[in-house]
C-alpha cells in the first residue's frame, strides 16, 4: 500500500517568507509526528498529533513554527518569516493508535537563502 | 545532555566483515529503543526494536541488537555485511512506545569491496 507521501520534495524560499510543508499519512493511522533533520543530525521532534489535536508540541522551536491536522488525516506544517537556520529536511511519520512503529516519510527538504 | 549517544559518527567497513554501531541511553529518559535505517535518498525504516523482554532482539536483513541494562547500552551489529548496507544508521529512545522519538546523530556506515 501507499506510504507517508510529503510536498513539496524539495522547497526553496528567501528569508522571510512563510512556507508550508504538506504530509499525507498512512490512510487509517491516528498518530502523526513532525521531525527536523538538520545536516549532520539526526531528526528531532517537533510536534506529535493524535487526531485532530496536537497531544505534544514540545519541540516546536518558537511561535514561527504551526502545525494543523484538521481533518485527522492530512498534516501541514507552516513556518512564517523564514529564516535561515530553518533550512532542514522536514520529516512526517505516521502509526496506527497505539503502535509502537513510526513509518517515515521521504522529507521535504526546505532551504531558506 | 543528550538522551541517546552514538559513538561513532562514520563506521568503514569491507564487504562481509562484521560490524558494530554503538548506541548508549540516558536511563531517565529512554526505555523503548529503536534502530533506524536511512538509505541514500530514502526514508527512515525501522531494522529492529526493543520494548520489554528478550535483551537480544532480532531485526530485518540480518541485524540484531542486545539491550543491556547496566551499561545503558543498545549496540546493533551484523555478522557479515554486504554492500547494499551502505546506509546511515539511527539509534533512537522514547519514554513511551507511542511517543516521540528522540534519536542519536547518526553513523554513516561505508561498506567497501
Known amino acids: 500500500g501507499a506510504g507517508v507521501s510529503q510536498t513539496p520534495s524539495n522547497k526553496v524560499t528567501e528569508k522571510g517568507k512563510y512556507v508550508e510543508l504538506r504530509c499525507d499519512p498512512i490512510?487509517?493511522?491516528?498518530?502523526l509526528y513532525w521531525y527536523r533533520q538538520s545536516l549532520g543530525q539526526g531528526p528531532e521532534f517537533l510536534i506529535y498529533?493524535?487526531?485532530?489535536?496536537?497531544?505534544?508540541d514540545s519541540g516546536l522551536p518558537n511561535d514561527r513554527f504551526f502545525a494543523v491536522r484538521p481533518e485527522g488525516s492530512v498534516s501541514t506544517l507552516k513556518i512564517q518569516r523564514t529564516e535561515r537556520g530553518d533550512s532542514a529536511v522536514y520529516l512526517c511519520?505516521?502509526?496506527?493508535?497505539?503502535?509502537?512503529?513510526?513509518?517515515f516519510g521521504p522529507g521535504t527538504r526546505l532551504t531558506v537563502l | 545532555a543528550q538522551s541517546v549517544t552514538q559513538l561513532d559518527s562514520q563506521v568503514p567497513v569491507f564487504e562481509e566483515a562484521p560490524v558494530e554501531l554503538r548506541c548508549n541511553y540516558s536511563s531517565s529518559v529512554s526505555v523503548y529503543l529503536f534502530w533506524y535505517v536511512q538509505y541514500p535518498n530514502q526514508g527512515l525504516q525501522l531494522l529492529l526494536k526493543y520494548l520489554s523482554g528478550s535483551t537480544l532482539v532480532k531485526g530485518i536483513n540480518g541485524f540484531e541488537a542486545e539491550f543491556n541494562k547496566s551499561q545503558t547500552s543498545f549496540h546493533l551489529r551484523k555478522p557479515s555485511v554486504h554492500i547494499s548496507d551502505t546506509a546511515e544508521y539511527f539509534c533512537a529512545g522514547a519514554k513511551d512506545s507511542w511517543g516521540k522519538l528522540q534519536f542519536g546523530a547518526g553513523t554513516q556506515v561505508v561498506v567497501t569491496p
Open positions: 490512510s487509517g493511522h491516528t498518530a
Open positions: 511519520a505516521s502509526s496506527p493508535q497505539g503502535a509502537d512503529t513510526q513509518y
Open positions: 498529533f493524535q487526531g485532530t489535536g496536537a497531544a505534544d
